[in-house]
């Protein structure tokens, strides 16, 4: 899997606090923006900080992270969009053939050898199908191939890889991986919020740092999930 940041708003510290600051101010935002490079950083991590305690957020909502995301699965993507304040792009198997498409094995299936041999039989009968459906529509049909595609593509997995571009910005990214880096989130998406997590950090630590799963976010589990190696409580009660 790999996922890259193509980009993100540019002084978004700056953004942040122009757009929140403006509301309790008599300047506009651009005013105070064009400002902002004379604030020490200090005073605009202190602003930020207080806009969190006083859950004043859409500020935050000014600010987007774009990610390249490349080698999931179709059921990692799946769950992604269920995620509806963001954009996405997402390769078509209707215009690009999947007949070189690689396939994601599970880590579970993949350290057991019984499973990995059955797994990876029944992905090389999908691949030679996938081939051999598209050569009868071909020789059947007067269909061009994005027609073709469009409909040999039905047979193919959740375990097919895909690419996908998403913008989020930076209230959702918090929403994003309270609920996807929880233990409870199914690995993949998880293994994927971790990797778009650690880049938004590097961009923005004075947000990034204090979110992540939900539990960072509570104090406990709001899952009830006492034995979770996560939860705050539990590690708590250890120390
Ligand atoms: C562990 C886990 C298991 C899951 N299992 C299932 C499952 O079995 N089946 C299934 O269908 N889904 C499942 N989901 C997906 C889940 O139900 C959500 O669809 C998904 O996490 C997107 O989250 P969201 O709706 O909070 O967020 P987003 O779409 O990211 O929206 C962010 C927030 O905006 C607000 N919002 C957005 N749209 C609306 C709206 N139309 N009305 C009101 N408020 C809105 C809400 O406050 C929402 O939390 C699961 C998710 C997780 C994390």
């Known amino acids: 899997m790999q996922v890259e940041l193509m980009s993100h708003t540019a002084k978004p510290k700056e953004v942040i606090y122009a757009s929140a600051r403006q509301c309790y101010s008599k300047y506009g935002a651009w005013e105070v923006f064009n400002k902002s490079g004379d604030f020490s950083q200090d005073k605009l991590n202190k602003f930020i900080e207080h806009l969190f305690q006083r859950g004043h957020l859409s500020p935050l909502e000014h600010v987007s992270f774009t990610f390249a995301i490349d080698g999931v699965s179709r059921a990692c993507t799946h769950q992604l969009v269920r995620h509806r304040i963001a954009s996405y792009s997402q390769q078509s198997q209707r215009y690009v053939s999947m007949q070189d498409c690689e396939f994601v094995i599970p880590p579970v299936i993949e350290k057991d050898s019984e499973a990995r041999t059955k797994y990876n039989e029944i992905i090389d009968y999908i691949k030679r199908s996938y081939d051999e459906l598209r050569n009868i529509m071909q020789k059947n049909t007067d269909l061009d191939k994005e027609s073709i595609n469009q409909d040999i593509r039905f ?11 998403v913008t989020m910005n930076v209230r959702e990214l918090i929403h994003f991986f309270a609920e996807r880096m929880c233990l409870r989130a199914q690995w993949e998406i998880r293994i994927m919020a971790g990797k778009m997590y650690n880049l938004c950090k590097t961009v923005l630590p004075e947000i990034f740092t204090a979110a992540g799963a939900k539990c960072r976010l ?3 589990c709001p899952e009830g999930m006492d034995d979770c190696p ?9 120390k």
Do not use: Q, W
Not at 155 to 165: E, F
Not at 230 to 238: F, L, S
């Open 155 to 165: 047979i193919l997995p959740n375990a097919a890889c895909t690419k996908i571009v």
């Open 230 to 238: 996560m939860n705050p409580k539990k590690n708590n009660i250890e």
């Open 218 to 220: 509570a104090g406990k």
